[in-house]
C-alpha cells in the first residue's frame, strides 16, 4: 500500500484539486456571490443546495483520510500569487481587446481606437496595478496545521 514518488505527487494533486473545488463550490452555496453589471448568478434550488451541502463533508473527510493514510503534504495558498495570476491573465486578455488586436475578428471601426481603447488601456494599467499591490510583505501568521487535520474526527470510525 505505498506509491512511489511520481505517484503521490499526482495524488496530491488531484486531492488539492477536489478540495479547494469542494470549499469553493460550499462557499458558493452558503454565501451567493453578488451580481455584477456583465454576470449575474442563479441560486440553486434549496432541495438541490442541501443535498450537495451535505455531500461535500464526506468527501472532504474522505480527502483527509488519503491525505493522512498516504501522507500527502498539505500546500499553501498564497494570496497575493493568486491575484497576481488572475490579472496576468486579465491583462492578457484586455490587451487583445485593444482595437488593434480586434482585426482579427473582423473589420475594426477606426472610431474604436478612442472610444474603446482609452477604456481598455485604463483597464490594462489597474490590472497592472492590482498585481504590484500585491508585492508587499504577507503579515505574520501563527504556524497552523494541515487543513486536513480539521476534519480528524469526522473520519475517527475509519482508524484501526
Not at 10 to 26: H, K, P, Y
Not at 70 to 81: H, P
Not at 82 to 96: G, P
Amino acid at each position: 500500500m505505498s506509491l512511489n514518488t511520481n505517484q503521490k505527487r499526482a495524488l496530491e494533486v488531484q486531492m488539492r484539486f477536489l478540495e479547494q473545488a469542494l470549499l469553493e463550490i460550499r462557499e458558493r452555496l452558503c454565501n451567493a456571490p453578488k451580481d455584477g453589471c456583465l454576470v449575474s448568478y442563479r441560486p440553486m434550488a434549496d432541495p438541490a443546495r442541501a443535498r450537495i451541502l451535505a455531500m461535500i463533508e464526506p468527501m472532504l473527510s474522505e480527502i483527509a483520510f488519503i491525505a493522512r493514510e498516504f501522507d500527502l503534504q498539505a500546500s499553501t495558498e498564497d494570496d497575493g500569487s493568486y491575484i497576481r495570476a488572475q490579472m496576468a491573465v486579465a491583462w492578457s486578455d484586455l490587451v487583445d481587446m485593444l482595437s488593434p488586436k480586434l482585426r482579427r475578428y473582423g473589420p475594426v471601426d477606426e472610431a474604436l481606437s478612442e472610444t474603446l481603447d482609452p477604456h481598455i488601456q485604463l483597464l490594462i494599467e489597474l490590472a497592472q496595478e492590482t498585481a504590484r499591490a500585491t508585492d508587499v510583505e504577507p503579515p505574520e501568521l501563527p504556524a497552523t496545521e494541515a487543513g486536513w487535520e480539521s476534519w480528524d474526527e469526522e473520519i475517527a470510525w475509519r482508524k484501526p
